[in-house]
DNA sequence: CGTTCTCTTGACTCATCTCAAATCTGGTGG
DNA sequence: CCACCAGATTTGAGATGAGTCAAGAGAACG
C-alpha cells in the first residue's frame, strides 16, 4: 500500500516541523518526505543505529527508550502525532524507537534534511521550539520517577491518555469521559518505572476506589476528572505553559 | 563588588550560548550583560517567577527544581559552568534556580535578549545544540531515577562529580583521582530521588567497599575509577554522543 | 479449541523510607 | 584558645511500598 499526500493536506501540518514553513519551504521537504507504515511492536529504529531515521510521527502511539545492559528498561518519551523523530546531524541513535500501535511516519531523506535544515530558519526555530517543549516534559517526568507513589504515577499517564483521548475526539475534558489506553501494562510498567505487576495493581486500586471504571484492560472511563487529576499529585500552581 | 569582563576573555567564551558568535555579535551581546553573583543557597530564580532571569552559568554549579504541593521536591537538572539558564519568550519560570555555591551569572536583559536571538542565528542554532544535549542528559537522568537502585545511583553522580572536577584541574580521569562533591547530602537526595539518610548510608557502603575513599564529608578519592563506572551501571553500548 | 499473550492476584521478600538519636563540623563569642 | 551552637552528616531500628516469584484468569488468534 504505497500512502502518500501532500504536505498542504496532512494532518499534522500545523504542529509538526514543518509548522512554521511556508508554501515554497513545504515543496522543498515535500521532496524529501515518504510515508511509511509500522504495526504494533515493530522496532523502528534501534539504538546504536546508525544514520537512523529522521521524520515526524503522523499517526498513532511510539514509545522512546533507553536500557540498561542488564535489560532494565525505562522510557523515555512517548511520541503522540506531530512530534518529531530523530536529531538532526547525529550518527547513532541513543535510544530505541517502538511502535506501540500501528504507526504512521513522515520520514525524510536523512543527509537531505541535514543540509535543508541549516538553511530554512523556519524549520530551526520549529525544532527548537519542540525541542524546548520536550526538555519540559522529560523534566516533568524526572518529578513523577524520583517522587511520585505508584498510584500517583498510574494517575498521571491516565491524565494523560485522556487528554489525547479528549483531543482525538475533539470532546472537553470533564466528568464522566471515556478513552482508551494506548500502551501495554509492560510499556507503562517501563513508562513510569515500575513492575507490570504493580501497575495492575494500582489499576485495580483505583478502580475499588471508584476513581475509575475499567470497561476492558485497555478502556477506561473516569466519573470525577478532578479526582483522578488530585490522585495525581500535579501541582497546578506553578503552572508550566510557555 | 563590580565584576566584569568583555565577552573576549570569558571563561566559557567557547562553550557557552555565544560559542558560534563571531566579534559584531559579541560586541552586541557585551552591550545587553552584566555579570552578578550569588552566594550558596542563595535562590536565584524562584519558580512561578514572571520574566524569569536569562543568563549563562559562568562559574560554580546551581541546581534547576521543581516541588510537588506537599513538599516533595525533585532536582530536574544541574547546572555547571557555560550552562544556559532560561528559555527565550518565557513567561513563567517553571522551576527553582538555587546556586549550590557561589555562583557567578552573565546575565542578559530580558526583552533585548528575547530580540536578540530572533535575528542572530548563531545563538539560535547554539542553543538547539544546547537544549538538545541537555534533553540527552535529562532522558539519561530518566533511567537512573526510574531504574537504578540507590548505590548505582550515588555511583552515577560521583562519576559526574568526577568528570566535572578532572575537567576543572584540566587532569584526566583515572585512578587515585580526587575530586569535591559540590552538591549537600540533601541536594543530592533531591537529584536522585532519594531520602538524605538513604545518600548517606549508600556513600557509606560505598566507602566500606573500598569503591571510594572520604577524605571528608566533601571530598572524595577514587582507587579504580573503572570500578566506579561499573558501580554505576552506566552502558557503554548504545553509547551517546551526539 | 488449544496456544499464546496479556493481565490480574496472592504470598512473601527486600530496598528504601521514616523516625530518632548520636556525631561531626565550622563558626562565634568570650 | 576554648566552649558552645547550628547545621550537616552518619547511624540505628523498625515500618512499608514496591519488587519477585508463582499461579490463575481472560482475550486474541490461528
Redesign the interface.
Known amino acids: 500500500m504505497e500512502i502518500n499526500f501532500r504536505c498542504g493536506e496532512c494532518p499534522i501540518r500545523h504542529r509538526a516541523i514543518c509548522a512554521y514553513c511556508d508554501e515554497p519551504e513545504l515543496e522543498r521537504l515535500d521532496d524529501i518526505k515518504s510515508y511509511k507504515a509500522y504495526s504494533a511492536g515493530e522496532t523502528i529504529v534501534w539504538?546504536?543505529e546508525e544514520a537512523p531515521l529522521i521524520g515526524s510521527l503522523v499517526s498513532g502511539v511510539a514509545t522512546?527508550s533507553?536500557?540498561?545492559?542488564?535489560g532494565?528498561?525505562?522510557m523515555?518519551?512517548l511520541l503522540l502525532p506531530s512530534d518529531f523523530i530523530g536529531?538532526p546531524?547525529?550518527?547513532?541513535a541513543?535510544?530505541d524507537v517502538v511502535a506501540a500501535n500501528d504507526v504512521l511516519i513522515c520520514q525524510f531523506r536523512v543527509n537531505k534534511f541535514n543540509i535543508l535544515i541549516d538553511d530554512t530558519?523556519a524549520l530551526?526555530?520549529r525544532?527548537?521550539d519542540m525541542?524546548?517543549d520536550?526538555?519540559?516534559s522529560?523534566?516533568?517526568?524526572?518529578?513523577l520517577?524520583?517522587?511520585?507513589t505508584a498510584r500517583e504515577k498510574i494517575a498521571s499517564v491516565l491524565v494523560i491518555f485522556a487528554r489525547r483521548g479528549a483531543e482525538l475526539q475533539h470532546s472537553e475534558l470533564g466528568d464522566g469521559l471515556r478513552f482508551e489506553v494506548p500502551l501495554t501494562r509492560e510499556a507503562m510498567a517501563d513508562y513510569?518505572?515500575l513492575t507490570i505487576e504493580t501497575v495492575s495493581r494500582q489499576f485495580s486500586a483505583l478502580k475499588k476506589s471508584g476513581v475509575i471504571i475499567m470497561e476492558d484492560a485497555r478502556h477506561i472511563r473516569v466519573p470525577d476528572y478532578v479526582r483522578l487529576l488530585n490522585e495525581a499529585?500535579d501541582?497546578s500552581?506553578?503552572?508550566?505553559?510557555?
Do not use: N
Not at 533507553?66 to 542488564?70: E, V
Not at 520517577?145 to 511520585?148: A, I, P, S
Open positions: 539504538a546504536g522512546l533507553r536500557s540498561l545492559k542488564d532494565r528498561r525505562q523515555v518519551g536529531r546531524g547525529r550518527k547513532v541513543p535510544y530558519p530551526e526555530r525544532l527548537l525541542t524546548m520536550e526538555l519540559d522529560a523534566r516533568e517526568w524526572m518529578l520517577l524520583g517522587r511520585k513510569l518505572g499529585s501541582d500552581d506553578g503552572g508550566v505553559i510557555a
